[in-house]
């Protein structure tokens, strides 16, 4: 159960390697909380992450778990199982893949990474709140992106498959408001972390551990939705409204 | 049946559950119906935290009538429903010449929610918690058997009922021994305090002479004027000790709330240090330096608040917590900490009060103790209030101090097991009642206090 001070006992991060994902962890760490899991393909990698959890906050209890984000339908039972051992209190969905730049003529490579950022995420996301809505608590982070606010040439499949999710997640976040589900959209702008290593930063680039931040209190405050960092709700507030033939001579583009 | 969302007074966690108003005659045979998130029995939802809600799983209202209420003159004891306020119960019982033994800073709590939470008032250092006065508890056990428990038949269920927090039992009814009035007016001496040093030294001087002490105290106040404080202590009129105007109707009890506040309150609330502060400084500055034998009513001496309805409103939607804790006699120094460690951090918050307590009850989860008892309200979204008050419970603990479950909405379970030594005396007992665990709430899961924890699942 969250406390009256909005501190979480349990947190379930899908995609329990990704730097923004942990980072979220990390920055919800209080003395409240009593277990962590990491739930990811790469368990070797999971451990590695879960031994550095338990370094600096021995109290808490780590599990790591096998996930895949592109197999939607093992989700449920993913979800299920976690759920079997007390509630879920936070579930992180942070798993994603940035494709290749131009990546625009291997269909079949888009398709994949469509299932994973897109099919996958919104199973993943149904599969927790499926548990949230029987506990009648609990909220789902999303880790979007403002690639989705208005999708860029270089690479629209990763784009527009955050269009899609961050559209849905709001939709769902509304449709589970009244069984005492919570879903929080995160938007962060270019963030330096392992993903995006070797890419030129956009503008406004921030870190892992201010989208966290920023995300956290967005939780405490109750809130939908989160820019990381804040400025680019008004940035991207204009971008969306550019005429295309200018849009796309820009050189964020 | 409807699916709603409960949150406690201070409206911080709300969880969803299914609600379902009830009888204390349909209860027993739809306790076959909950399913494996459990249930729970809500009063008037007053407890500041998650004690009364239960996400997931089945919260049941009693629909009781005050018309069920059997007061006993001869022997001065009331028979009650669970459901039934203290509100609707004083309007039987003071004209009639009684009061009830106990009553919080509130008349809205049910009788099953004074049982549940053992509650204490301004008499405690004298009379002890509302569990000194109960002579019975009609209690529905979660295999449906109906039971009655008492200090001599089953007494390890009855003290487990009471401070129980609804987790041994739904309680459908209870006999209470009430005090007997002459009037329904208090005589009240008011002493104005100018720091914490004097307030402490007037209370341990002042205390022992009447029935009722309580002091408020401006959190906000720093330096030398930390802690300052009206003290105000009292003793129920006499008829003699009432004018000629009120003598002609000494029993006379009339509670009114004059206005409720609206649902339009903005988000963000109508605390901060400025309102807080002037409301803080108003208040100490209105208080007489010294008021001796001042008549008052019920409501206005121990039911302020209830004046107004739904003043937790004014903290905005992401509500308040209340922290309350004991320390033992001979640690104010903890109460000094607190205080000013408080007002240094610039929390808005209201009047604290503070109070003696005397020796503790029988019952194993029983809140009071004798020592300090310091109660303060805060914004719950207050900037780094949370190591604040984590801060708190480690100088709490350390002295030998506990935290109030009906208050609680913050602290951790190894907190729980350090400030309840008899928490495992009382789990033995709860699951011998409640061997399946159906009886659930919020507050038994964040602090794990039900042994059961996960065998219903």
């Known amino acids: 159960m969250n406390n009256g001070l909005g501190e979480p006992q349990r947190v379930v991060l899908l995609g329990g390697t990704s730097d923004i994902g942990l980072a979220i962890v990390r920055a919800l760490c209080s003395p409240a909380l009593r277990r962590i899991d990491l739930a990811c393909r790469d368990t070797a990698a999971g451990e590695r992450a879960a031994a550095d959890l338990r370094a600096d906050h021995p109290a808490v209890e780590v599990e790591v778990v096998g996930f895949d984000g592109a197999q939607p339908e093992t989700h449920q039972t993913a979800l299920d199982d976690l759920g079997r051992t007390g509630d879920l209190d936070v579930v992180i969905v942070a798993f994603a893949q940035l494709g290749e730049d131009g990546g625009v003529r291997d269909a079949a490579a888009a398709a994949r990474l469509a299932t994973v950022n897109f099919a996958g995420n919104v199973s993943a996301i149904i599969a927790a709140g499926n548990v949230l809505r029987r506990q009648g608590h609990g909220t789902v982070v999303v880790l979007s992106s403002v690639a989705g606010e208005r999708v860029r040439q270089a690479n629209p499949v990763y784009g527009g498959s955050k269009a899609g999710i961050d559209g849905f997640a709001q939709g769902y976040g509304d449709a589970v408001a009244a069984d005492g589900v919570h879903v929080l959209v995160v938007r962060p702008g270019f963030v330096h972390s392992a993903m995006t290593a070797g890419r030129q930063p956009a503008p406004f680039a921030t870190t892992p551990d201010r989208v966290a931040a920023a995300t956290v209190a967005a939780l405490r405050a109750g809130r939908r939705m989160v820019w990381a960092p804040g400025v680019l709700r008004y940035v991207f507030s204009a971008l969306r409204h550019l005429p295309a033939p200018v849009w796309r001579k820009l050189p964020i583009n | ?457």
Request: aromatic share 8%; with cysteine.
């Open chain 2, 1 to 457: 049946m409807t699916r709603e969302a409960l949150a406690g007074w201070g409206s911080t966690s709300p969880t969803v559950a299914d609600v379902r108003w009830t009888t204390a005659q349909r209860l027993p045979a739809q306790l076959g119906e909950v399913g494996e998130r459990g249930a729970l029995l809500r009063g008037l939802g007053r407890s500041y935290g998650d004690a009364a809600q239960n996400a997931g799983g089945t919260v049941f209202r009693l629909d009781d009538s005050v018309h069920g209420v059997v007061l006993d003159p001869q022997a001065a004891t009331v028979t009650v429903g669970g459901g039934v306020s203290i509100d609707e119960l004083l309007r039987v019982i003071v004209p009639a010449g009684f009061f009830v033994p106990v009553t919080p800073g509130t008349r809205f709590v049910t009788i099953g929610g004074a049982i549940a939470s053992d509650i204490h008032g301004k008499n405690h250092h004298r009379d002890g918690s509302f569990g000194s006065f109960v002579e019975s508890i009609e209690l529905v056990l979660a295999d449906g058997r109906v039971t009655k428990v008492s200090p001599a038949c089953d007494p390890e269920l009855f003290w487990a009922t009471l401070g129980g927090i609804g987790l041994t039992g739904a309680i459908l009814s209870a006999t209470i021994r009430l005090i007997p009035i002459g009037t329904s007016r208090l005589l009240v001496d008011t002493l104005r305090c100018a720091n914490l040093d004097e307030l402490m030294s007037q209370m341990l001087a002042n205390d022992h002479r009447r029935r009722y002490s309580v002091a408020w105290l401006d959190p906000l106040a720093t330096g030398a004027a930390l802690g300052r404080s009206v003290l105000t202590i009292a003793d129920h009129a006499e008829p003699g000790d009432l004018g000629a105007a009120a003598g002609a109707d000494p029993l006379s009890y009339r509670a009114a709330q004059r206005a409720t506040l609206p649902a339009l309150v903005p988000p963000a609330g109508l605390i901060n240090r400025m309102t807080v502060g002037l409301f803080n400084e108003l208040w100490y500055r209105r208080a007489p330096r010294r008021r001796e034998g001042e008549l008052q009513t019920i409501p206005s001496f121990f039911h302020p608040l209830d004046a107004v309805g739904r003043w937790n409103r004014v903290y905005g939607r992401r509500g308040m917590i209340q922290f309350q804790f004991v320390v033992p006699e001979d640690r104010p120094d903890v109460i000094h900490t607190v205080v000013s460690a408080l007002a240094e951090h610039g929390t808005p918050s209201f009047l604290a009060v503070l109070k003696r307590m005397g020796p503790s009850g029988p019952a194993p989860l029983s809140f009071p103790a004798p020592g300090w008892t310091l109660a303060l309200d805060v914004p719950a979204g207050g900037r780094s209030l949370a190591p604040l008050l984590h801060g708190f419970d480690d100088l709490i603990l350390d002295a030998g101090g506990r935290h109030y479950f009906a208050k609680d909405a913050h602290t951790v379970p190894a907190a729980i097991r350090r400030g309840y030594p008899r928490l495992g005396e009382w789990q033995a007992v709860q699951r011998r009642a409640d061997p399946h665990g159906l009886w659930q709430s919020d507050m038994s899961r964040r602090l794990g206090l039900t042994h059961a924890e996960g065998d219903h699942r």
